[in-house]
């Protein structure tokens, strides 16, 4: 087993009284796709809220080995934490280009840069096409493809993927499985939150189970597919 | 397109065309700057208009300079600013200050120039210090903020006696020439226009789409909405030191509420997130209240009826988050003329 990429020991998350996540605590190691599965409110989201920075937590964070809880979110971005948020949060009266641009705000690498957007347009060509187009004029595929990229523009070491395939049509779901799978191929770590466990699991090396702020249930994608209680609660019987 | 039109072109066709010729032929701008430079120059020189619209012309770059700084956080921020007067009375009481009781007389017109950037440096210094706590929170808390560092800036200058109080400095000499205006006009469409499109400019833009995607796009948001209200605070500062010098006498009254809402109603009348709205919505809002003047009274019924139906008719304003092409960088034109071409072709493509 590769290095631990990311560690998260005994996480909890409140808003307000409502506790969101009760102390949960899972590793991810370099090289691997690893899942968070569960329902909507298990607090999957909470926790990738709490990986990038954006909300308080207590408990402890660890990328390679560094405690990330007082560092700010676009710092760590710049660490190499790279999150694809819930609902895609694209830029919508900015164009593609200009998407692309922002996530390259913190880097100085001009040669570097240029290399990265041939590397983003040779996996998407759709962007390179639109690349002038504003962003909330792309199709809801084309916006998921834009905040993959975007991410991968960031110089993501580990990218942070909130339900990529929400609301997208099974060809575009598969489609973008298949560079969720290239990327992880090239290098990057990914961690990946679903509802949609089936696909999930295949994609995934190992997956957890979230259920209402706990891990009820953790091993590898194939074991957690033949799991009955996951077939029953997730994958439609 | 399609250039292979046969009948003859009727007059409205020429016309765009010869406008498009205009609109994307960048040489014409220096020679534009260089004709405009001059024109400031000879018109007072020569009285080639009478005085009173003289006045109204240096009025009118003046109210650009603002409309601009306002739209900065307004428009490409998205933040919602409503205390500007209050960074322009800082400008006008620093640069008024240094003129009357500092400078000797005789070397005013040297100094004039130092006069008014003091004026935006100590707004901009101000302005950063308002912005430290107000950018601490997200939403409605900066137009309170602002809205009471109007207030207190007004009540803070009534109660120096040192510099007039509730009476003002009376007496600033007429310093503010066209010239001057014209040259700090386009100083800041340059500063301002620049900014925008720079990296730091595109993470503001970035932060009135979305403050979390652009937090996870690694943008210092923080940092960057300190140096666009910074920035914004200068030119309104700038602009407070050319007025004070226009109108040779100021007081606390003249920079209250009324004239920050004349600023926003530039803003909103020219359009959120454009230069060229913003020199649009102050030119023919500072026009339209001259021509007005005969109307008295009525006029300030007027003018927010003209309000409500531009609200209601265009909400945008008249160039809302568009912008003139000689103002887009031209990479940014090239390649959209580029991919409208290939669109163009494509779609001729598909319809053959």
New interface residues.
């Given amino acids: 087993m590769n290095d631990v990429l990311l560690s998260v020991q005994e996480l909890w998350v409140s808003y307000g009284n409502i506790k969101a996540i009760h102390g949960i605590s899972f590793d991810v190691h370099e090289g691997e796709i690893v899942t968070l599965i569960g329902a909507n409110g298990a607090g999957k989201s909470s926790t990738l809220r709490a990986i990038?920075g954006?909300i308080p937590y207590t408990g402890k964070i660890l990328y390679k080995g560094q405690e990330l809880r007082k560092i700010?979110?676009?710092k760590i971005?710049?660490m190499g934490i790279?999150?694809v948020?819930e609902g895609r949060?694209?830029?919508?009266?900015?164009?593609v280009?200009?998407n692309l641009?922002?996530?390259?705000?913190?880097r100085k690498d001009k040669p570097e840069i240029a290399r990265d957007f041939e590397r983003v347009f040779g996996i998407f060509p759709r962007l390179q096409e639109r690349?002038?187009?504003l962003g909330g004029t792309l199709s809801g595929g084309e916006q998921q493809m834009l905040a993959v990229a975007?991410a991968l523009m960031?110089r993501g070491k580990m990218v942070l993927l909130d339900e990529p395939s929400m609301g997208l049509a099974p060809v575009l779901v598969r489609e973008i499985f298949r560079i969720i799978g290239e990327i992880n191929q090239s290098g990057t770590t990914v961690l990946l939150v679903e509802q949609n466990a089936n696909m999930a699991l295949r994609a995934a090396n190992r997956g957890y189970v979230l259920e209402t702020g706990n891990i009820t249930l953790s091993g590898t994608g194939a074991e957690l597919l033949g799991n009955p209680r996951v077939k029953e609660a997730y994958l439609g019987g | 397109m399609a250039q292979t039109s046969h009948p003859p072109l009727t007059l409205r066709q020429k016309l765009t065309q010869l406008w498009e010729k205009i609109a994307t032929n960048r040489r014409l701008l220096p020679i534009l700057l260089v004709v405009g430079l001059a024109l400031s120059f000879l018109i007072p020189e020569f009285n080639l208009v009478n005085p009173y619209v003289q006045l109204i012309m240096m009025y009118v770059g003046i109210n650009i300079i603002l409309t601009l700084s306002l739209n900065l956080i307004n428009g490409y921020m998205g933040e919602f600013s409503v205390g500007h007067a209050g960074f322009m009375a800082v400008g006008a009481y620093i640069s008024a200050v240094l003129t009357t009781q500092i400078f000797a007389r005789d070397l005013n017109p040297w100094l004039f120039p130092l006069a008014v950037l003091a004026g935006g440096i100590g707004a901009a210094l101000i302005g950063l210090i308002v912005a430290i706590p107000s950018f601490k929170t997200r939403g409605d808390y900066l137009a309170i903020v602002t809205l009471a560092f109007n207030m207190i800036v007004k009540s803070v200058i009534e109660n120096i006696e040192a510099i007039g109080g509730p009476r003002g400095i009376p007496g600033i000499p007429r310093l503010t020439t066209l010239p001057w205006v014209f040259i700090w006009t386009v100083l800041a469409v340059w500063v301002i226009r620049n900014f925008i499109y720079s990296?730091h400019g595109?993470?503001v833009?970035?932060i009135?789409?979305?403050e979390?995607?652009?937090?996870?796009?690694?943008?210092?948001?923080r940092k960057s909405k300190l140096l666009a209200f910074t920035l914004s605070s200068f030119f309104a500062g700038i602009a407070g030191a050319l007025f004070a010098h226009v109108l040779q006498f100021i007081s606390p009254k003249v920079f209250d509420i009324l004239k920050s809402t004349d600023i926003l109603i530039m803003v909103y009348l020219g359009g959120i997130?454009s230069i060229g709205g913003s020199i649009l919505g102050a030119s023919i809002f500072t026009i339209l209240l001259e021509l007005l003047r005969p109307l008295g009274m009525w006029r300030m019924v007027l003018m927010p009826l003209v309000l409500v139906l531009l609200m209601l008719f265009r909400p945008r304003g008249i160039m809302g988050?568009r912008e003139f092409r000689w103002f887009v960088p031209i990479d940014?034109l090239e390649?959209?003329r580029r991919?409208r071409a290939r669109k163009e072709a494509g779609d001729a493509a598909a319809s053959s």
């Fill in positions: 990038s954006l700010s979110a676009d971005v710049g790279a999150q948020p949060g694209i830029f919508g009266n900015l164009t280009l200009e641009k922002l996530a390259t705000w913190q690349r002038n187009q975007r960031s | 990296n595109r993470g833009l970035s009135r789409e979305d979390i995607a652009s937090d996870l796009m690694s943008v210092n948001t997130g988050m940014d390649a959209t991919w």
